[in-house]
């Protein structure tokens, strides 16, 4: 099993994966709603989320993953958008057959060592975290191209602010209650903060990890696929030279993003304790 899945997920990251993802593109309705994302930016916890808050049922991977599915399973989907729209998640760069998203972005620092975990769970990486990073922001550790070229497809979508919104993890983890609310709002529903308030605790990161226990994921029997959903739990994991590896690759991402270059002493010494 961990040499199929490793050849195929050195498959997935060539060309021979384009038709597929042609063919899954052709069955999207005009009112469907897609909820876009790198993975290991966030994406499972947010879904468990809007689904007990839009949907008022308690979340779990089986009832989340059918009713805001991969774009690859869309079958499932739930209508729970206006106008019997679907709610459906991607990984996906920006296709033009996505008229109206939700894009999460996270500190791509956190994501890579986030993804380097998973990964490594998996047995799909076996090399230094410095080489690691610097595939990450080059070519591309999964089939979803690098960081760099995945959000430059999103910020560069040719969609109005009416059909495109750009989430920020961070900001959201500060504020979940009002940050899903926006969310909401966006998709044309009315928000409930009561139920979005029992949604952000029935869905903390200990009540997160006791449903991967009650359904394991892929990761789970070496690890964990739900892990700190930290943020800037890069600091005092990466050395001068990481930093410097990924500021040289992605300064500018980092820049328009308004995250910091590297860490500062005070945060440092925060991370350290």
């Known amino acids: 099993m961990p040499i199929l899945r490793k050849f195929r997920h050195k498959i997935a990251k060539t060309g021979m994966r384009a038709p597929l993802v042609w063919m899954r593109h052709k069955s999207l309705r005009a009112n469907d709603v897609f909820f876009a994302s790198y993975p290991r930016s966030g994406s499972t916890w947010l879904r468990f989320v809007l689904f007990e808050s839009i949907a008022g049922q308690s979340s779990d991977f089986g009832n989340v993953n059918q009713s805001i599915p991969d774009v690859k399973d869309l079958k499932t989907a739930l209508q729970l958008m206006p106008n019997g729209g679907r709610l459906i998640k991607t990984h996906e760069v920006y296709h033009p057959e996505y008229r109206k998203a939700v894009y999460l972005v996270r500190d791509p620092r956190d994501v890579a060592l986030s993804e380097y975990a998973y990964q490594t769970a998996l047995g799909l990486v076996n090399q230094p975290l410095d080489e690691y990073l610097r595939v990450f922001f080059i070519k591309g550790v999964n089939p979803f191209s690098s960081w760099s070229k995945h959000v430059e497809s999103w910020l560069s979508a040719p969609l109005s602010s009416e059909d495109l919104l750009i989430v920020k993890f961070e900001e959201l983890r500060s504020d979940t209650v009002n940050g899903v609310a926006q969310i909401i709002r966006f998709f044309g529903i009315t928000p409930d903060e009561g139920r979005i308030r029992q949604a952000v605790a029935n869905n903390s990161v200990e009540r997160m ?59 440092m010494a925060l991370a350290s304790r």
């Open 209 to 267: 990890k006791a449903k991967e226990k009650e359904t394991p994921q892929r990761a789970s029997k070496k690890g964990q696929f739900i892990r700190s959903g930290s943020v800037g739990g890069w600091r005092g994991k990466l050395g001068d030279a990481e930093i410097a590896l990924v500021r040289e690759h992605s300064s500018k991402l980092l820049a328009r993003l308004g995250y910091p270059l590297e860490a500062a002493a005070n945060d």
